[in-house]
Structures are given as C-alpha cells and as structure tokens.
C-alpha cells in the first residue's frame, strides 16, 4: 500500500535528557497523507518525540527522516522550512500579540510574502470567529479560539506536515469534537497530521493509525480501528473501567 | 480607572460613608515617617540654602512639605469613585492625615532634640534641630509642625474635591514656581544666551530662587494658563490622539516632527554653554539608551553589562588617536571627512560587533536572571581588564588614555569644550539611531524579537532562528554603545576605566524602564527626566542641588513607576495595552470573588 517515500521517518531513535533515557530505539513511519496518532500516558515521551522532529531536542543516537533526507542535527528554522510545523501543547500563544500578528509569525519563514492574504482568508474561512478577533490579543481569547489560532498560526506556514501537540488539552467537551473535525479536515485538504493525544477514543476515530508509547519505548503499533477493538489497549490507555 | 481591593470591600451605599479611618492612618503615619526620614538623610540641612522664594521658603523645606499635600491627597482619594459622598470626609480625610503627619514628624523633632544621635546618624544633630525648630523651643515649634502639616493635608483634600479647572490652575501654580526657581541656572543661561539678562534679574533675587513679587507674577501666569486648558490629564490628551483620524495623526505627527528638527537646529544657537552641554549629554544617554531598548525592550534580554560595549568604543577610539597610545598613528583623528576618521569609525563599529559577538554568544542560551547575572558579570570583566596591569601598557591602566584629539568635520574642529558643537554632533548620532531603531521595529527581525519576548519556545517552534534573532539583538545594542563611546572619547578627551561602572550600566536601564521599555520616544524622555533634571553619574543635571541624592531620587523613581505606572512615562503603545489588561482581568477577577463571598453570606 505504501510504496511512497515516508514524509516523516524515525531510525532507531533515542533521547536522553541527562540520565533519563527518554525515548528508547524508537521507530516511526509517517507516509504522505497520512492522520497518524501517538497515545501514552503522562511522561511516556510524547512530546519529546515531537520536539525531536522538530530540531528542539537532539537524539544522542538515530536518526530523523524526512522524505528521506537524514535532518538529525537540522536546526529547527531547517526543518520548519521543510514544510514541518507545530502546534504546541497548550497551544502557547503569543498572548501580548494581537491574532493578525500571531498569524503572521506563524509565516515567518515563508518568501512568497504575497500570498498571504490570500492564505490568510483561506483561515477566516475555516474560523470566521478569528476573523472577528483580528486585533483583539490573542491572550483575551477563549481557550477555543486560542486554539483555532494556534491551529491558524501553523497553517499559516503552509506545513505539508502537521504536528499537535495534545490539540484537545483544556477544552470544554463540545469543543473537542468540533476540534478533531478541523483535524479531519485539515488532513483532507492533503496536509499529513501526526498528533498526539491523550483522549484516545477521540483521536483513534478521525486516525489512520496509531502508535502507542509506554515510557519510551513503542509497544503497539496498528491500525487506528484495530487499535480501538484491542482490549488491552482499552483497559491500559483509553481508560475504559469495565 | 482603577479599583483596589479597599474600595470594592468597602460598602457601597447612598448615604455618605465614614471616612476610611485605616486609610487615612496609614498615609498619616507613612507621611510622618517619610518626612523623618528625609530630615534625617540630611536633605533638608544640605537643601536649606537653596531657596524657592526668597527668603521665605528654601528648596530643603520644600523637601518636607510637599509630604502632607500629597498625602493627603491620597487618603482622600478613595472616595472618588463612590458617587454621591464626595465633600466633607475628603476634607476630613486630609486633614487627619496631614495631622498625623505632623504629630508624628513633631514626634521626631522632639526626640532628636532631647537625644543626641550624631554618632549613629550624622545628620540628626543640633543643627537639624535649630533648622527644624526655628530657633524657638521645641514646643512650640512642635506645635508648628503639627498645624501647618495639618492644614497642608486639609489643602491635599480639598484639592481633591475641588473643581477640575480650580485643580490645574493651582497645581499649574505651584508646579510653575518650583520649576523657574528651580531652573535658575538655565534661565539665566538662556537669558544670557538671548541678551535679555535683566529678566532673569528681574525674576531671582540676589541670594537665589524667586523674589516675592516674581513669584506671585509667575503664579498668576500660569494661574492662568491652567484656566485655558480643559483640565484634561496627559493620558486623556494622548487617548485622544490615538483616536485621531490617521491621516490627521500623520499630519500632527509631521509638523511635531519638523518643528523637532527645527529646534534641534536653532536652539543651540540660542542657549548657552551650560545648557548645550547638558542637551549634549541627555544625547549621549539617549543613544546608549536607544540601544539597551533594542536588547531589553524589544529582544526582552536583560543585559546588565552594557556598560562593556560603551568602554569598548571609547577605548577603541582613545587608543587609535591618542598621541599617548603606542597604536597611534600620526595624523589619525576622528574627523569625519578624512579617511583616516572613516577608518577609526569602521573599526570601532568592528570592535563593538565583536564585543557584541564575544559577550552575546555564551550568554545567549541564558535566560531571564541568569543572563541578567552573567552580563553584569562581563560587564565588569571588561572595565577591570582595562584597569589591569597587565594591559596597562595599551590602555594605560588606572590612569586611563588622555589627550585624545577633537572630532572634525573638514576643516571644521568640533571640540569637546565646545559644548555647542558637541551637541549637533551628538543629535546627528541620535537622529541616526532614532532612524534605525524605528525602521528595525517594524522589521522582519522586529517581528521575531517581539515574538521572543514574549514566549521563546513557540517563536522557536515558528522557525524563528532564535539564536540568530538574539545575537542581532545584542550586536545591534553594542554598535549604539559603542558609536556611544567613541564620542564620548572625543567630548571629555581623556578616558579612564572608573567612567565605566556599574552604575552606568543600571542608569541606563532606569532610563529605558522609566521611559517605558520598547518606546522610542520613551527613551528619550527616560533620558530626558533622568540625565536632563537630575543628572548622569558624573553628569550635572538641571537639579544640580540633588546630587548627592542623585541615587535615592533615581530608587525611588523606580519604584513609585513600577508600582503606579509600569509601562513608562511614553510607553509603547502595545505595552501599555498588555499592562492594562492585565490589571483590567485581575479586577475583574476580584469583583468576581467579592462578589461570591456576598453571595455565599447571605
């Protein structure tokens, strides 16, 4: 099925910070198109491996792929200019910035300046709430339209990978759902999506597939509807108390 | 519009309510307390000769009086918001805690008398005393203290209450008299400067500050100035503007420009030497502070050894034209229409790159406080390496570089004596800077280091190079200091490493904070208020009275701004917006609390 390069490559990854191993020989296959997901639970590593695709954590071993190229040691302004962008946990907003500024840092390292605005409406269109609240601080926003800019601000780099971080942190019940939607949507519009995530149940029905990290190490890796029908996995992770 | 804790826990009800007795003891007891202890660093004996209106009130009184007004004023303040009750408690309010004052202040005056502390606390000895009792007993100068602190604080309230116009014609007043006594040497500067020195004759008496009938002139005049204005404060003026048509803005923004540049050029014609001087060294400060705003305001790096780079550039300069210095070359000064100033100006701004580059590359993965360490700490390696005996034999150790020649332009020789032309030299420097730090504000890198301020891991995430960003950051705030320096050299001609202490380092961060961080023209008010009025480190200022509290008056400054006014006296727009959320959110959060707590009792 996948003959295509991997968009997204982990070899034998590992990560120490100081003593702690963090990530354990870890290996990832991210292809083109693809929602991917990575479960665990608190401190199992989830979000150093998206730091170290990033460039923000260094692995001490293995390396990081993307098409294909070896980018272990890039600087994260390298990678992000690959087309990689993340949408950090607690969507960390530049609060003091109003929203048309924090869009516009989310294009930082983009040339063709022109286009812009055209992206930029193309957001309005997904949000229109984040239309309304153009110059209003971001840090004023609700924790969902904080989000939506967070989601907005990394779009607006033209990311051909998508990272998130916990997308559903911190927000009410109703909002999760509307939240995986845009994901959904998000990875329609051809734009590959690894995410982690803690609500499992949620993220394994909009997923590909899935990846399941315990203290850094992958100890399961399936298809997203193979995963939600495995009883292990449900009385381990997704939290389900018969 | 602010809201304290007292006033929402305060009942709010129709009928008048009492006066907040808590408050009004609190500022009554902080007033005395602050007149002590003003009398005691010596203010007030080493002030008395410095007189306002002559021969009645001396500048050191002055020191002392103002306490109660203000205070007053103060505790009655809370009853502003409180419709309906503004009147006779405001009154009262005053009163008791200009009374208070007085007692407590009285208090002292009898215990310094029957004590003598002059071995703990120099000041506080027979002299003060005479000073502080008029030469009448100490009871009855007790009792002197008391009424007149008390009818100073039934002033503060009822100034309160009084009508908006009635309020800027007095402070108008008051403000205008201080300031012409207080600006004597200028005045008298500037009457000179204009041949017409028999206004100033006219306006000070013989012993100094204001005679009587001058200061009544003064007072009326400005009485009446203040009738003209509407009464509205600076903040609502500048509220206004900002609410301006653009195109309207634009055009007032360019007419205060072109009238800037106007003044900028004709007024050192006009003033005289003591004043271009004074105008030449507020330049100096706002280039160094202009630089300091680009690491710390905009980059949101806490540099406290920006000193180094100012050193670097006067040494650089000290020793490629000093005849003393074994790098000199015959013939190598800094004129700028020869080549050889064109070479002295490239490699200062090369040395002050690498020192940006030296100092900013191990720092720059510090953050917050532990950057704010370790810069204080280059900072200091870098005077100490010039003070060193090991390099003595470039830089001259302790007895530093001399004769360093003027600065040129052609033929035309700008001597640091020449206070005048110093100064145009200095505002060309400063009308540069001011370009340059405008233009990168809205720059591309601008854009980052606002980014880094705020959150350094997501601009990180965004791509932003944030290492790169920082380096710029402090490379283009050393060039500022360094060009800084390299003037400095050729204005005071003699360079020692004691020019470049610590201290200066902080003054110029007092500057850019006071000024408000991030703000342009606030640096140049920062620089203005503290190096114009109560002067640099070694710099005489307008209040040259002041200098030996030079320090306490800059401490203090600090923190009644932070308290009160944490974005600056000219903030940047955006800032002040942050500052005003923050408060509004935080308001907001207690009226919510408060307003559960009322639930929950009944």
Redesign the interface.
Known sequence: MHDRTPVLEFRGINVHYGLVHVLKDLNLTIYPGELVCLLGGNASGKTTTLKTILGMVQPSSGDVLIDGDIVTGDSTTQIVSRGVTMVPENRRLFNRMTVRENLNIGAYLRTDRDALEADMEHIFEMFPRVKERLNQKAGTLSGGEQQMVAVGRALMAKPRVLLMDEPSMGLAPVLVQQNFDIIEQINNDGVTVFMVEQNANMALSIADRGYVLLTGSIVLEDTASNLLANEDLRKAYLGEVE | MTHTLEQIDAPASSTPSPVDWSKVQKWGVLGGLTMSFIAAIGMVTALDQRLIISPWLSLGFLTLLWIPVVFGIIAATEDAETPGVAGDRDVISGLVTGLLSGLFFAFFIVIIDAFDLTDIFRNLGPKLVELLTFGRGVGVAAALWIISCGLLGLLGGTLKIAPRMARSMIGAAAMSVVGVALLEIIVTDITQGLRIEFVADWIYALNGGLTPASALVIAAGSALFGLRSDGSTLAERRLERMNLDPEVRFRKNVVAAVLTILAVIFLPMILGGLTNDLLANVGLFILMGLGLNIVVGSAGLLDLGYVAFFAVGAYTTAVLTSPLSPFYTPGWTLNFLSLEGAAVITIVLIMAVIAGVLVGTPVIRLRGDYLAIVTLGFGEIVRILFLSDWLAPYFGGAQGITNVPSAGLGPVEIRGTSSQAMFYLIAAFVGAAIYVAWRLQAS?TG??W??LR??E?????????TTAAKLTAFVIGAIFAGFAGMIFAVKVGSIFPSSFKLLLSIIILVIVIVGGMGSIPGVIIGAVVLIGILGGPTQQGLLQEFGQFKLLIYGALLVVMMLKRPEGLWPNV?RQ??LH?DEM?QDAWLMEESSQDKDGDS
């Open positions: 591309r854009r980052a606002t980014a705020e959150d891991d997501a601009a990180e995430a965004m791509g932003i190079n955006r917006r942050e959320q959110s």
